[in-house]
């Protein structure tokens, strides 16, 4: 059978007949203007120091067939601990491995002391899409925590997120991030660093697609792409590209990522 690889809500056609009220008929619409508020105040501000750091970009695609399997298998497991077991627990968790790895990836650069300073924790961000805006929250210690712990504390900060009532410790202290854009669509993206961090991730939409197997057979796979971005202040193509591709080892082998776990 085939396994549901997006939401009902994100696999929904966008037909004309979504929208339940045709606007209204008229040429003489007034300009409008709004004050700027919350969160959106704060994102001016990040994006616009951002703008400061030379971003490269490196993408891949990853083939999701394993870890599509092994999530549908623990999704049960963890119902069983009232955790809603998604993707991104797996992602945030593979890439912290990785960071271990490559702890330049995890670091901030401070150009007035010319140095670099490596974070001893993985706090991984999120990007969240809520009525309120994008917010960025993230998961602290990543490195400590088990999957299940991973999917927990996502649940409680989407729920606490949806609300628009996340702590500012919530949202500070981020020292990597991952944007899942997948979860509403889209393949490839052109993230932005949140600075002080030097790098991120954003992730597209799980699709089936014909890909070759070692022996040359076509078979169907479900593939995702990922899209980084990297401050080429400190950080090179080719170390991007080994991170991406130990990231993407262990979400291609999930099994492998079993020797690291605490
Ligand atoms: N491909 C396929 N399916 C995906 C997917 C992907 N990339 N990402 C999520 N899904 C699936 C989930 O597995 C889940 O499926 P089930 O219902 O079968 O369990 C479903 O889609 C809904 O997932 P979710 O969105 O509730 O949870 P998540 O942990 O995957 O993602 C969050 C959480 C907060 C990252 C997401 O809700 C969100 O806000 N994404 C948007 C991020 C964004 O706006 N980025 C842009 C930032 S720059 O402007």
């Not at 950080?235 to 080994?242: E, K, N, P, S, V």
Request: a positive charge.
């Amino acid at each position: 059978a085939d396994i549901p690889l997006v939401s009902a809500s994100a696999t929904t056609k966008i037909v004309p007949a979504a929208v339940k009220r045709l606007p209204p008929v008229t040429t003489n619409v007034p300009d409008r203007r709004e004050p700027l508020k919350g969160y959106t105040k704060g994102m001016i501000k990040t994006m616009t120091a951002a703008n400061s750091i030379p971003h490269f970009g490196y993408c891949d695609e990853v083939n999701m067939g394993e870890l599509v399997a092994l999530r549908n298998q623990l999704k049960k497991s963890s119902a069983d601990y009232g955790v809603k077991l998604t993707f991104m627990p797996f992602f945030i968790k593979a890439a912290s491995v990785a960071l271990t790895q490559f702890p330049i990836v995890n670091s901030s650069l401070d150009v007035a002391s010319e140095t670099i300073l490596y974070k001893g924790s993985h706090n991984i961000g999120l990007a969240m899409d809520t009525k309120i805006g994008l917010i960025v929250p993230n998961v602290k210690n990543v490195q400590q925590l088990s999957i299940l712990e991973i999917a927990a504390e996502l649940n409680r900060l989407q729920e606490v997120g949806l609300k628009g009532s996340l702590k500012t410790e919530d949202i500070t202290g981020g020292t990597f991030t991952l944007s899942n854009i997948g979860s509403i669509g889209g393949t490839y993206m052109k993230p932005v660093i949140m600075p002080p961090e030097v790098a991120i991730g954003a992730i597209g939409k799980i699709q089936v697609l014909p890909r070759f197997d070692s022996n040359g057979n076509v078979v169907r796979s479900q593939m995702l792409n990922v899209s980084w971005s990297a401050d080429h202040r400190i950080l090179d193509g080719a170390t991007m590209a080994r991170f991406s591709n130990l990231w993407k080892s262990y979400l291609e082998n999930p099994a492998s990522l079993l020797l690291y776990l605490k």
